[in-house]
């Protein structure tokens, strides 16, 4: 079936560290590719998105490309701040015959002064 | 400004209660969708609605229903069959284009943090 997997957290870096948070998927047809941004107390918020293979998502300092020889969407940013501190989820949308988008189970980001 | 509304943003209910949690957007969106997340955890899909006077059933609907006679507005309830309705509600919306399932992103409100005392 479909579904995203990510990796899991917590995830507790430095700050200006480099950042990874992997994501690969499964789906039919030629699915959307998202990450969304919650922080705490709050919804979600889309931080990027791709449609097609190659495509490459870019928002605030963090991009994704989507992958489709590897089923990939990894989340990176060369230089974290604090004030990315928040859960991170993965997404897909627009799977053969489906009408809805299906999260990841989120990352927690943690970044340390 | 465009955006969904949810309110209110902390509700209480008595264990027995059915109690109906308000989404509302203004973004003239087709589609609008309900999920539950608990703590530490990911989103699971309790209700949708592609058009107005229709809705499915998502991954979790026992207990919970819904009602979708305008296009603004997607109200959840929350029934007393509900074994364990504390958690964070969250209200989405998007508008696939004609013709497609959802490719595009949805749009999230704020949430309502629902607990059972």
């Known amino acids: 079936g479909n579904s995203v997997t990510q990796m899991e957290g917590p995830v507790t870096l430095s700050e200006e560290a480099f950042l990874t948070i992997n994501c690969t998927y499964t789906a039919t047809g030629y699915p959307s590719l998202f990450w969304y941004v919650q922080y705490p107390g709050e919804g979600l918020q889309l931080l990027l998105k791709a449609t097609k293979a190659d495509d490459k998502g870019s928002n605030k300092g963090f991009e994704a490309t989507y992958r489709k020889e590897t089923t990939s969407f990894h989340l990176e940013k060369g230089s974290v701040q604090v004030s990315d501190s928040a859960v991170y989820f993965c997404?897909?949308?627009?799977?053969?015959?489906?009408?809805?988008?299906?999260f990841g189970s989120g990352t927690r980001l943690s970044i340390r002064p | 400004d465009g955006g969904i509304t949810q309110s209110p943003k902390y509700l209480f209910r008595k264990e027995g209660q059915n109690v109906t949690l308000s989404c509302e957007q203004n973004l003239n969106h087709d589609a609008m969708y309900w999920y539950r997340q608990d703590p530490g955890q990911g989103l699971r899909l309790i209700y949708y609605s592609q058009i107005v006077n229709d809705f499915q059933k998502g991954d979790i609907a026992e207990g919970y229903s819904v009602s979708r006679e305008k296009k603004e507005s997607f109200p959840l309830t929350v029934t007393s069959a509900q074994k364990n309705p504390t958690a964070f509600y969250l209200c989405?919306?998007?508008?696939?284009?004609?013709?497609?399932?959802?490719?595009?992103?949805?749009?999230f409100g704020p949430g309502t943090r629902l607990t059972v005392l």
């Open positions: 997404a897909l949308s627009g799977f053969a015959g489906a009408s809805k988008i299906i």
């Open positions: 989405a919306s998007s508008k696939p284009p004609p013709g497609q399932s959802t490719r595009g992103e949805q749009f």
